[in-house]
């Protein structure tokens, strides 16, 4: 049963750059969420993507955006990139219509550095 | 929105200790996870537990959602079981569909 999987691994841009991240969900699974985990603290919640649409959004700006293909996998893009943005970004998939038990299953995550 | 706190921040045990980790919420939820990050970043799933008690081999976690806390124990620690613990909730009141992270507990087991 493949998990939840995430490229690429590590990724390095500069200041202002755009990049894109991307989620293959947990066999099975429907939905896709997008976090951001900065050193030392717990992950934020940026979107969740379901049916192919944003569902419901965190404090985020929309140099965030992101995207849901028909397979179910999932993109990240973040625009104007700010140091700031450095950062562990974490995908994590669930089932939507067991949304009162859901679990949510995380991805290895994408390490990003803006320089 | 909700608020997770958790504590101790930071625990150092050596092998074989016991310990328990708390994490306090603000509001109602209807769903709350425990994971334990390894030091490359994954996060494992160890309980969903909007409420109850559950265990699985040396850990169990009980949450007591009427009095908004949850207690992660662990027993006969492992060095393995270093590494980062979050508590992570969703507010049953309508808010974020995503989860809610504390800031996590630093557990170092020492052999």
């Known amino acids: 049963d493949a998990g939840v999987t995430q490229s690429p691994t590590h990724l390095i841009k500069t200041r202002g750059q755009q990049v894109t991240l991307r989620c293959s969900p947990k066999s099975g699974h429907d939905t896709v969420s997008w976090y951001q985990q900065a050193l030392g603290q717990g992950p934020q919640f940026i979107f969740q993507y379901y049916e192919e649409e944003e569902r419901q959004r965190g404090n985020f700006p929309d140099r965030f955006s992101g995207h849901q293909y028909p397979n179910y996998s999932s993109e990240l893009n973040v625009n104007a990139l700010l140091l700031g943005d450095s950062a562990l970004y974490l995908c994590?998939?669930?089932?939507?219509?067991?949304?009162?038990?859901?679990?949510?299953?995380f991805g290895p995550g994408t390490r990003l550095l803006v320089l | 929105g909700i608020q997770v706190e958790q504590s101790p921040p930071d625990l150092i045990l050596q092998e074989g200790a016991n310990s328990t980790l708390r994490c306090n919420f603000s509001d109602s939820v209807n769903n709350l996870q425990w994971f334990h990050q390894n030091p490359w970043g994954q996060l494992i799933n160890l309980f969903y537990i909007p409420s109850g008690t559950k265990q699985n081999g040396r850990l169990s976690a009980t949450t007591v959602a009427t009095e908004r806390y949850s207690l992660l124990y662990i027993s006969s620690s492992q060095t393995t079981d270093s590494g980062v613990y979050f508590c992570a909730v969703r507010d049953s009141g309508g808010g974020a569909d995503g989860l809610t992270f504390g800031k996590g507990t630093h557990l170092i087991i020492q052999p």
């Open positions: 994590a998939s669930s089932l939507i219509p067991l949304i009162t038990q859901e679990t949510q299953y």
